[in-house]
Protein backbone atom coordinates (compact mmCIF):
# COMPACT_ATOMS: atom_id res chain seq x y z
CA UNK A 1 0.00 0.00 0.00
CA UNK A 2 2.88 2.57 -0.92
CA UNK A 3 2.59 5.71 -2.15
CA UNK A 4 0.16 6.89 0.47
CA UNK A 5 -1.84 10.51 0.13
CA UNK A 6 -3.14 9.59 3.87
CA UNK A 7 -0.70 7.90 6.42
CA UNK A 8 -0.60 6.82 9.58
CA UNK A 9 2.37 6.67 11.72
CA UNK A 10 2.69 5.26 15.66
CA UNK A 11 -0.91 6.28 16.13
CA UNK A 12 -1.62 5.40 19.74
CA UNK A 13 -4.55 6.32 22.09
CA UNK A 14 -5.25 5.09 26.07
CA UNK A 15 -8.18 5.65 27.36
CA UNK A 16 -8.23 5.07 31.60
CA UNK A 17 -4.46 3.14 30.94
CA UNK A 18 -6.21 1.20 28.51
CA UNK A 19 -4.71 1.46 24.99
CA UNK A 20 -7.83 1.40 22.37
CA UNK A 21 -5.43 2.06 19.24
CA UNK A 22 -1.48 0.84 20.15
CA UNK A 23 1.16 1.91 17.40
CA UNK A 24 -1.04 2.08 14.90
CA UNK A 25 0.91 2.15 11.02
CA UNK A 26 -1.50 2.92 7.93
CA UNK A 27 -1.34 3.99 4.28
CA UNK A 28 -4.17 4.54 1.86
CA UNK A 29 -3.14 5.61 -1.33
CA UNK A 30 -4.20 8.67 -3.29
CA UNK A 31 -7.90 7.67 -4.78
CA UNK A 32 -8.00 4.11 -3.01
CA UNK A 33 -10.45 2.74 0.07
CA UNK A 34 -9.16 1.22 3.21
CA UNK A 35 -11.42 -0.62 4.86
CA UNK A 36 -10.85 -1.08 8.86
CA UNK A 37 -11.85 -4.50 9.72
CA UNK A 38 -12.23 -6.03 12.98
CA UNK A 39 -15.15 -7.04 16.05
CA UNK A 40 -16.28 -4.54 18.57
CA UNK A 41 -13.49 -2.95 20.83
CA UNK A 42 -11.04 -3.50 17.81
CA UNK A 43 -10.29 0.42 17.98
CA UNK A 44 -11.36 0.83 14.82
CA UNK A 45 -13.65 3.68 15.97
CA UNK A 46 -11.50 5.44 17.83
CA UNK A 47 -9.08 5.33 14.85
CA UNK A 48 -11.47 6.65 12.95
CA UNK A 49 -12.39 9.48 15.65
CA UNK A 50 -8.01 10.02 15.62
CA UNK A 51 -8.12 10.49 11.78
CA UNK A 52 -11.14 13.16 11.81
CA UNK A 53 -9.81 15.50 14.59
CA UNK A 54 -12.25 14.07 17.16
CA UNK A 55 -9.98 12.95 18.92
CA UNK A 56 -6.24 13.61 19.99
CA UNK A 57 -3.66 11.01 20.04
CA UNK A 58 -1.27 10.04 22.86
CA UNK A 59 1.08 9.38 20.34
CA UNK A 60 2.04 9.56 17.08
CA UNK A 61 0.69 11.30 13.53
CA UNK A 62 -1.78 11.57 10.67
CA UNK A 63 -0.09 12.86 7.70
CA UNK A 64 -2.04 13.98 4.34
CA UNK A 65 -0.27 14.39 0.98
CA UNK A 66 2.94 14.43 3.60
CA UNK A 67 1.92 16.75 5.98
CA UNK A 68 1.27 16.73 9.39
CA UNK A 69 -2.35 17.31 10.06
CA UNK A 70 -1.93 15.80 13.76
CA UNK A 71 -2.07 19.63 15.15
CA UNK A 72 -5.16 20.54 13.83
CA UNK A 73 -8.71 20.55 14.77
CA UNK A 74 -11.56 18.77 12.69
CA UNK A 75 -12.50 21.62 10.72
CA UNK A 76 -9.00 22.60 9.60
CA UNK A 77 -8.40 18.84 8.13
CA UNK A 78 -11.08 19.17 5.63
CA UNK A 79 -12.05 15.48 5.84
CA UNK A 80 -15.78 14.36 5.08
CA UNK A 81 -17.58 12.55 7.47
CA UNK A 82 -20.89 10.31 7.23
CA UNK A 83 -21.88 8.98 10.79
CA UNK A 84 -23.38 5.41 11.66
CA UNK A 85 -26.88 7.11 12.15
CA UNK A 86 -26.02 9.45 9.01
CA UNK A 87 -26.92 12.83 11.49
CA UNK A 88 -29.12 14.60 8.93
CA UNK A 89 -31.36 17.27 9.83
CA UNK A 90 -34.81 16.25 10.13
CA UNK A 91 -36.30 19.45 9.89
CA UNK A 92 -34.67 20.56 6.66
CA UNK A 93 -35.08 19.27 2.87
CA UNK A 94 -32.64 17.05 1.26
CA UNK A 95 -31.30 20.00 -0.69
CA UNK A 96 -30.96 22.04 2.56
CA UNK A 97 -29.20 19.15 4.09
CA UNK A 98 -26.57 18.72 1.23
CA UNK A 99 -25.96 22.26 0.76
CA UNK A 100 -25.46 22.59 4.83
CA UNK A 101 -21.28 22.36 4.34
CA UNK A 102 -21.23 25.02 1.55
CA UNK A 103 -23.12 27.79 2.82
CA UNK A 104 -20.21 30.22 2.54
CA UNK A 105 -20.83 29.82 -1.52
CA UNK A 106 -22.71 31.85 -3.91
CA UNK A 107 -26.21 30.45 -4.46
CA UNK A 108 -25.93 29.60 -8.02
CA UNK A 109 -22.72 27.35 -7.29
CA UNK A 110 -24.44 26.31 -4.33
CA UNK A 111 -27.29 24.94 -6.09
CA UNK A 112 -25.26 23.50 -9.02
CA UNK A 113 -22.64 21.73 -6.19
CA UNK A 114 -26.00 20.16 -4.29
CA UNK A 115 -27.50 19.08 -7.66
CA UNK A 116 -24.24 17.28 -8.99
CA UNK A 117 -24.02 15.82 -5.49
CA UNK A 118 -27.38 13.94 -5.56
CA UNK A 119 -26.93 12.96 -9.28
CA UNK A 120 -23.68 10.87 -8.36
CA UNK A 121 -25.41 9.50 -5.26
CA UNK A 122 -28.26 8.63 -7.68
CA UNK A 123 -30.89 10.77 -6.75
CA UNK A 124 -31.69 13.63 -8.95
CA UNK A 125 -34.80 15.26 -8.08
CA UNK A 126 -35.21 14.60 -4.57
CA UNK A 127 -33.95 17.80 -3.58
CA UNK A 128 -37.24 19.73 -2.24
CA UNK A 129 -38.19 15.86 -0.13
CA UNK A 130 -38.06 15.70 3.74
CA UNK A 131 -35.93 13.28 4.97
CA UNK A 132 -38.35 11.50 6.89
CA UNK A 133 -40.08 10.50 3.07
CA UNK A 134 -36.89 8.56 2.32
CA UNK A 135 -35.91 5.28 3.09
CA UNK A 136 -33.08 4.28 4.93
CA UNK A 137 -30.84 3.92 1.64
CA UNK A 138 -31.59 7.37 0.59
CA UNK A 139 -31.07 8.59 4.04
CA UNK A 140 -27.58 7.72 3.78
CA UNK A 141 -26.83 8.54 0.05
CA UNK A 142 -27.92 11.89 1.12
CA UNK A 143 -25.63 11.88 4.01
CA UNK A 144 -22.75 10.67 1.17
CA UNK A 145 -23.63 13.33 -0.99
CA UNK A 146 -23.51 16.29 2.41
CA UNK A 147 -20.50 15.06 3.39
CA UNK A 148 -18.55 15.12 -0.64
CA UNK A 149 -20.11 18.69 -1.27
CA UNK A 150 -17.27 20.53 0.41
CA UNK A 151 -14.59 18.51 -1.72
CA UNK A 152 -13.05 17.08 1.14
CA UNK A 153 -9.09 16.05 0.61
CA UNK A 154 -10.58 12.63 2.85
CA UNK A 155 -13.77 10.88 3.18
CA UNK A 156 -14.46 8.89 6.79
CA UNK A 157 -17.18 6.81 6.79
CA UNK A 158 -18.35 5.42 9.93
CA UNK A 159 -20.43 1.59 9.89
CA UNK A 160 -21.91 3.29 6.88
CA UNK A 161 -24.50 0.19 5.90
CA UNK A 162 -25.08 -0.76 9.94
CA UNK A 163 -28.81 0.83 9.94
CA UNK A 164 -29.84 -1.06 6.95
CA UNK A 165 -31.66 -4.53 6.71
CA UNK A 166 -29.88 -7.10 4.95
CA UNK A 167 -31.87 -6.83 1.32
CA UNK A 168 -31.38 -2.74 1.44
CA UNK A 169 -28.13 -3.09 2.42
CA UNK A 170 -27.20 -5.34 -0.49
CA UNK A 171 -28.20 -2.95 -2.90
CA UNK A 172 -27.22 -0.05 -0.73
CA UNK A 173 -23.54 -1.47 -0.70
CA UNK A 174 -23.05 -1.60 -4.47
CA UNK A 175 -24.38 2.20 -4.94
CA UNK A 176 -21.68 3.33 -2.48
CA UNK A 177 -19.17 1.42 -3.98
CA UNK A 178 -20.19 3.04 -7.55
CA UNK A 179 -20.33 6.69 -6.02
CA UNK A 180 -16.81 5.92 -4.27
CA UNK A 181 -15.92 4.86 -7.53
CA UNK A 182 -17.10 7.79 -9.52
CA UNK A 183 -15.56 10.33 -7.14
CA UNK A 184 -12.45 8.59 -6.54
CA UNK A 185 -11.88 10.41 -2.93
CA UNK A 186 -9.84 8.89 -0.76
CA UNK A 187 -11.59 6.55 1.54
CA UNK A 188 -11.42 5.27 5.41
CA UNK A 189 -14.61 3.28 6.11
CA UNK A 190 -15.08 1.13 9.31
CA UNK A 191 -17.19 -2.16 9.51
CA UNK A 192 -17.19 -5.03 11.25
CA UNK A 193 -18.95 -7.21 8.46
CA UNK A 194 -16.33 -8.95 6.23
CA UNK A 195 -18.16 -8.91 3.02
CA UNK A 196 -18.79 -5.04 3.32
CA UNK A 197 -15.32 -4.75 3.84
CA UNK A 198 -13.97 -6.87 0.95
CA UNK A 199 -16.97 -5.47 -1.46
CA UNK A 200 -15.99 -1.74 -0.42
CA UNK A 201 -12.03 -1.92 -0.04
CA UNK A 202 -9.35 -1.67 -1.87
CA UNK A 203 -7.46 -2.71 0.86
CA UNK A 204 -8.58 -4.18 4.13
CA UNK A 205 -6.79 -3.45 8.09
CA UNK A 206 -7.57 -5.58 10.31
CA UNK A 207 -7.67 -4.26 13.52
CA UNK A 208 -7.63 -6.54 16.96
CA UNK A 209 -7.34 -5.00 20.52
CA UNK A 210 -6.43 -2.20 19.20
CA UNK A 211 -3.46 -3.72 17.08
CA UNK A 212 -3.24 -3.97 13.56
CA UNK A 213 -3.33 -7.63 12.84
CA UNK A 214 -3.02 -7.31 9.24
CA UNK A 215 -3.48 -4.98 6.34
CA UNK A 216 -3.58 -5.84 2.70
CA UNK A 217 -5.98 -6.62 -0.46
CA UNK A 218 -8.80 -8.41 0.82
CA UNK A 219 -7.66 -11.85 -1.57
CA UNK A 220 -4.19 -11.75 0.68
CA UNK A 221 -5.99 -11.68 4.00
CA UNK A 222 -8.49 -14.66 3.08
CA UNK A 223 -5.36 -16.84 1.34
CA UNK A 224 -2.10 -15.75 2.79
CA UNK A 225 -3.27 -14.59 6.92
CA UNK A 226 -1.14 -13.43 8.93
CA UNK A 227 -1.96 -14.41 12.30
CA UNK A 228 -4.41 -16.97 13.53
CA UNK A 229 -6.84 -14.43 14.79
CA UNK A 230 -6.76 -13.13 10.78
CA UNK A 231 -7.38 -17.23 9.60
CA UNK A 232 -10.20 -17.44 11.87
CA UNK A 233 -11.65 -14.13 11.73
CA UNK A 234 -11.71 -13.69 8.03
CA UNK A 235 -14.06 -16.16 6.38
CA UNK A 236 -15.22 -19.34 7.44
CA UNK A 237 -12.80 -21.40 9.04
CA UNK A 238 -12.45 -24.81 11.13
CA UNK A 239 -9.46 -25.93 13.87
CA UNK A 240 -7.65 -28.69 14.42
CA UNK A 241 -4.44 -29.38 16.00
CA UNK A 242 -1.56 -30.82 15.10
CA UNK A 243 2.79 -30.85 14.79
CA UNK A 244 4.54 -29.81 12.37
CA UNK A 245 5.70 -32.85 10.47
CA UNK A 246 8.48 -31.22 7.62
CA UNK A 247 8.60 -28.39 5.72
CA UNK A 248 5.01 -26.85 4.70
CA UNK A 249 3.85 -30.16 6.45
CA UNK A 250 1.66 -30.95 9.71
CA UNK A 251 0.94 -34.12 11.30
CA UNK A 252 -2.71 -34.19 11.88
CA UNK A 253 -3.49 -37.76 13.00
CA UNK A 254 -1.55 -40.79 13.34
CA UNK A 255 -0.80 -41.68 9.75
CA UNK A 256 -2.23 -38.32 8.49
CA UNK A 257 -0.23 -35.25 7.01
CA UNK A 258 -1.91 -32.09 5.38
CA UNK A 259 -0.01 -29.74 3.25
CA UNK A 260 0.05 -26.19 5.34
CA UNK A 261 1.75 -22.83 4.75
CA UNK A 262 3.27 -21.15 7.67
CA UNK A 263 3.05 -17.56 8.46
CA UNK A 264 7.07 -18.16 9.78
CA UNK A 265 9.46 -21.07 9.36
CA UNK A 266 8.59 -23.54 12.27
CA UNK A 267 10.67 -26.44 14.06
CA UNK A 268 9.53 -29.99 13.83
CA UNK A 269 7.31 -31.21 16.57
CA UNK A 270 6.11 -27.96 17.43
CA UNK A 271 2.76 -27.73 18.57
CA UNK A 272 0.29 -25.55 15.74
CA UNK A 273 -3.13 -24.87 15.77
CA UNK A 274 -4.32 -25.56 12.02
CA UNK A 275 -7.09 -23.24 10.06
CA UNK A 276 -9.00 -25.07 7.09
CA UNK A 277 -11.39 -22.80 4.95
CA UNK A 278 -14.76 -24.94 4.91
CA UNK A 279 -13.95 -25.13 0.43
CA UNK A 280 -10.39 -26.73 0.69
CA UNK A 281 -11.73 -29.57 3.05
CA UNK A 282 -13.33 -33.03 1.36
CA UNK A 283 -14.60 -36.18 2.60
CA UNK A 284 -12.33 -39.17 1.86
CA UNK A 285 -12.83 -42.98 2.41
CA UNK A 286 -9.63 -43.05 4.00
CA UNK A 287 -6.42 -41.86 4.99
CA UNK A 288 -8.22 -38.70 6.55
CA UNK A 289 -9.13 -37.20 10.01
CA UNK A 290 -12.01 -39.35 11.52
CA UNK A 291 -14.75 -37.61 13.22
CA UNK A 292 -18.63 -37.46 13.54
CA UNK A 293 -20.90 -34.93 11.63
CA UNK A 294 -22.44 -32.75 14.01
CA UNK A 295 -24.49 -30.12 12.13
CA UNK A 296 -25.46 -29.22 8.87
CA UNK A 297 -26.31 -26.08 7.04
CA UNK A 298 -28.12 -26.06 3.55
CA UNK A 299 -27.12 -23.11 0.88
CA UNK A 300 -28.69 -24.71 -1.62
CA UNK A 301 -27.20 -27.47 -4.19
CA UNK A 302 -24.44 -27.98 -1.07
CA UNK A 303 -23.95 -27.44 2.53
CA UNK A 304 -21.79 -26.63 5.49
CA UNK A 305 -21.17 -29.69 7.21
CA UNK A 306 -19.24 -29.44 10.97
CA UNK A 307 -17.31 -32.12 11.95
CA UNK A 308 -15.79 -32.98 15.68
CA UNK A 309 -13.03 -34.97 15.71
CA UNK A 310 -10.17 -35.38 18.21
CA UNK A 311 -8.45 -32.76 17.21
CA UNK A 312 -10.93 -30.25 17.04
CA UNK A 313 -13.71 -29.12 14.85
CA UNK A 314 -13.67 -28.68 11.21
CA UNK A 315 -16.08 -27.35 8.34
CA UNK A 316 -16.43 -28.99 5.00
CA UNK A 317 -18.12 -27.67 2.42
CA UNK A 318 -19.61 -30.62 0.19
CA UNK A 319 -22.62 -31.50 -1.79
CA UNK A 320 -26.07 -31.60 1.05
CA UNK A 321 -26.36 -35.52 0.12
CA UNK A 322 -22.02 -35.84 1.14
CA UNK A 323 -22.87 -36.49 4.71
CA UNK A 324 -25.91 -36.81 7.43
CA UNK A 325 -25.83 -35.39 10.88
CA UNK A 326 -24.63 -38.09 13.35
CA UNK A 327 -22.27 -39.99 10.23
CA UNK A 328 -19.08 -40.86 11.10
CA UNK A 329 -17.21 -39.66 8.52
CA UNK A 330 -13.12 -39.01 7.84
CA UNK A 331 -11.94 -35.27 6.28
CA UNK A 332 -9.11 -34.20 4.18
CA UNK A 333 -7.28 -30.95 3.42
CA UNK A 334 -6.15 -29.63 0.18
CA UNK A 335 -4.70 -27.20 1.49
CA UNK A 336 -4.03 -25.08 5.31
CA UNK A 337 -2.89 -22.62 7.55
CA UNK A 338 -0.60 -23.88 10.41
CA UNK A 339 -0.07 -21.43 13.65
CA UNK A 340 2.44 -22.06 16.56
CA UNK A 341 -0.38 -23.14 19.60
CA UNK A 342 -1.14 -20.99 22.21
CA UNK A 343 1.19 -21.89 25.57
Known sequence: MGDAFLEVRDLTKTYGGQAAVEGLD????????????????????????LLAGFERPDRGRVLVDGRDV?????????????????????HLTVQENVAFGIADRAAA??????????TLVDLPGYGARAIDALSGGQQQRVALARALAPEPRVLLLDEPLSNLDPTLRERTRR???????????TTVLVTHEQDEAFALGDNVAVLHDGVLEQAGAPHELYDRPASFFVATFVG??????????????VR??????????????????TP???????????????????????????????AFFAVETDHGTLEVEALVQAAQVGDRVQVAADRSHAFRDAP
Open 175 to 185: ELKSALDAVGI
Open 109 to 118: DRTARVEAML
Open 26 to 49: LQVPRGSVLALLGPSGSGKTTTLR
Open 272 to 302: VRIVVRPEAARFVERGGVGGVVRDRRYTGAR
Open 236 to 249: RAGVVRGTIAGPER
Open 70 to 90: TPLGAAARRFGMVFQHYALFP
Open 252 to 269: VADGVEWSARFPTPLPEG
